[in-house]
């Protein structure tokens, strides 16, 4: 099992381009997370689906949309890219139930909003 | 009020010695507790759950947690150069799981 897959691991982007973050896993985890950490900071929650179809807001969503067509897949999308969105972002999921708080995590998307 | 707070640090202890980390959190509806380990560059991995008040071991490491003072604490016996990390707290409720904002740990050998 490859476990959670983040691409692409790093990005530049130009202030008002757009871009989709991609975030795959093969566990058959139905909940996934985004999170963006800034330098020195924790993790601050973005979006997060329990589900194909079902996705809610975190603490911080506004510039970020997402989408859950299927269980493996969790794209984050940034439209109208600017500064305050340079941060590493973390894709994790884990397997529903009271017992199973355990995130996978991915490895990562470094970006950078110039 | 932040929901969950969590000294950034650093924090910088001698090899051997016994590290205490702290969490504080203002929201009741919390129900599970965990800490998590990052190193640097790295997504976080999980070190510790527990669901209720009192105290749970493993190993060199022990998670407490207070719900009444809306308190949890991480220790860790002789610590080594290799838990030189960011230790982050994280509590969830509903569906959703909340993190600290981590606590840099240096052991110096």
């Known amino acids: 099992n490859a476990g959670v897959t983040q691409t692409p691991k790093f990005r530049i982007l130009k202030i008002g381009q757009s871009m989709t973050l991609q975030c795959t896993q093969d566990?058959?985890?139905?909940?996934m997370y985004w999170y963006r950490q800034d330098p020195g900071m924790g993790l601050k929650l973005i979006y997060y689906?329990?589900?194909?179809?079902?996705?809610d807001k975190g603490e911080v969503p506004n510039g970020y949309n997402v989408s859950r067509s299927t269980t493996e897949d969790f794209p984050l999308r940034l439209e109208l890219a600017a500064p305050s969105q340079t941060s590493v972002y973390f894709c994790?999921?884990?397997?529903?139930?009271?017992?199973?708080?355990?995130?996978?995590f991915g490895s990562g998307t470094q970006l950078s909003v110039l | 009020q932040k929901e969950v707070e969590q000294d950034p640090g650093p924090l910088s202890v001698p090899e051997g010695a016994i590290v205490s980390l702290n969490c504080t959190y203002s929201n009741s509806a919390f129900q599970y507790f965990m800490w998590y380990r990052q190193y640097s560059r790295k997504g976080p991995e999980l070190l510790m759950y527990?669901?209720?008040?009192g105290n749970k071991e493993d190993g060199r490491f022990t998670a407490q947690v207070d719900k009444s003072s809306k308190y949890i604490s991480l220790f860790i016996r002789d610590s080594q150069p290799s838990d030189s990390a960011t230790y982050l707290c994280a509590m969830s409720r509903d569906d959703k799981i909340i993190f600290g904002k981590g606590t840099r740990l240096h052991i110096l050998p």
């Open positions: 689906s329990v589900g194909a179809g079902i996705t």
């Open positions: 566990m058959n985890h139905n909940y």
């Open positions: 994790a999921s884990r397997r529903p139930g009271r017992i199973n708080e355990k995130l996978f």
């Open positions: 527990t669901y209720s008040s």
